[in-house]
């Protein structure tokens, strides 16, 4: 079976894995198993999506955005504070490297009365796994192949039954010229409620204005370890970088919590709004630290889907961000 670079990248990122602590509840647990694959755990960092920049700008909605949701930031401007992130938990991960994909970007849309609400997606349309039982069963199978000399090993072994993580596995994950030619994905469905009380089922997505373009396989064999994150400061000092952003609506029938299933391009795209990245941070290890996204951080007018990877997000989160701060 060809690996993915993703999984190529988990594979050679750490060291032999220990024994698993199986008794530990289920966000330790995939966090320890994380720390494994990255020979961490790495102080101060993040166990996934380790590598980051840290940028700033605006959300504008459009007209139709108030239609879809009576959130407060579909009604007007609001400020941002965005990261960018390369995948696993090396923080030295080089940005066209093996695991370095998918990417992410959070994004904090800061609200009124100092509250916020978080989008947080990955530079893949849809996700390995449809539970978190699964991801860390994904991780722990990454984990027990390092070395093994089972036949066929633990990865495959996980993957004969889980076609939609092989899927994600063998997905091509091209490199982008830039984080400002690179979408992404919300990946988990959302319900968002106007003033009506009407409401719909979405998933985000974040397109680049400046269209998506990506690096030949020399192109990305050539760039240095940190090109995304250098192109991008350099990119916005001379002029803002711009995003759509916009809702994927459910069809009738569309499965409504299970992130593996990517709902056909033919759905409605709403556009709710743009995303201007005006300034990157330097140096901002301080804000980095401080910073922790969570995609159930939601104002009135949007709901979480029943989506059980969704509603498991935050306890991992806040267990990766607990130990950094
Ligand atoms: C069971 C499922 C998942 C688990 C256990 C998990 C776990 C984690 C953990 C532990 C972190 C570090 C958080 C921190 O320290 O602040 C993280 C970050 C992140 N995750 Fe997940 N994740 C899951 C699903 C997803 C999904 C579905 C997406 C996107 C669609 C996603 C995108 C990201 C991104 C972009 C970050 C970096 C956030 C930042 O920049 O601070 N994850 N994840």
Redesign the pocket.
């Known amino acids: 079976m060809r690996l993915s670079y993703l999984l190529a990248g988990l594979l050679v990122a750490g060291l032999a894995a220990p024994a698993l602590a199986e008794s530990l509840p289920l966000?330790e647990q995939?966090?320890r198993t994380?720390d494994q694959l990255s020979g961490g755990p790495h102080r101060g960092e993040?166990?996934?999506?380790a590598k980051?920049l840290i940028a700033g700008g605006i959300f504008t909605p459009s007209a139709e955005a108030a239609a879809i949701s009576r959130a407060p930031h579909f009604r007007r401007s609001v400020g941002v504070t965005i990261?960018f992130?390369t995948g696993t938990g090396l923080p030295a991960i080089a940005d066209a490297g093996p695991g370095s994909r998918p990417y992410?970007?959070?994004i904090r849309f800061a609200l009124p009365g100092r509250s916020y609400t978080d989008f947080?997606?990955?530079s893949h349309n849809g996700?390995p796994?449809a539970t978190?039982e699964d991801?860390a069963g994904l991780l722990d199978a990454v984990a027990r192949s390092r070395g093994s000399k089972a036949s066929p090993p633990p990865l495959e072994q996980f993957l004969a039954t889980r076609p939609a993580a092989q899927a994600f596995l063998k997905a091509p994950k091209p490199v982008p010229k830039s984080f400002a030619t690179q979408a992404f994905?919300?990946?988990?469905a959302f319900e968002f409620i106007n003033q009506q009380g009407a409401s719909v089922f979405g998933r985000y997505r974040i397109v680049p204005v400046a269209g998506e373009q990506a690096l030949t396989d020399e192109e990305a064999a050539a760039v240095g370890p940190n090109y995304l994150m250098e192109e991008l400061a350099g990119r916005v000092a001379v002029r803002p970088v711009k995003y759509k952003v916009l809702l994927q609506i459910a069809g009738k029938d569309d499965i409504l919590d299970d992130?593996t299933v990517v709902w056909p391009e033919d759905r409605r795209l709403v556009e709710l709004g743009l995303l201007v990245v005006t300034r990157v941070v330097p140096e901002a290890r301080y804000i980095e630290a401080k910073?922790?996204?969570n995609p159930l951080a939601l104002p009135d007018g949007i709901q979480p889907s029943r989506d059980p990877?969704?509603l498991?997000?935050p306890a991992?989160?806040a267990?990766?961000?607990a130990r950094?701060q």
Do not use: D, E, K
């Not at 993040?46 to 999506?49: E, F, K, V």
């Not at 994905?185 to 988990?188: A, E, I, S």
């Open positions: 966000p995939i966090i994380l993040r166990a996934n999506h980051g990261r992130s992410g970007l959070a947080v997606g990955i996700f796994v978190p991801f994905y919300g990946v988990n992130p910073l922790a996204y990877v969704l498991f997000r991992a989160y267990a990766s961000a950094r």
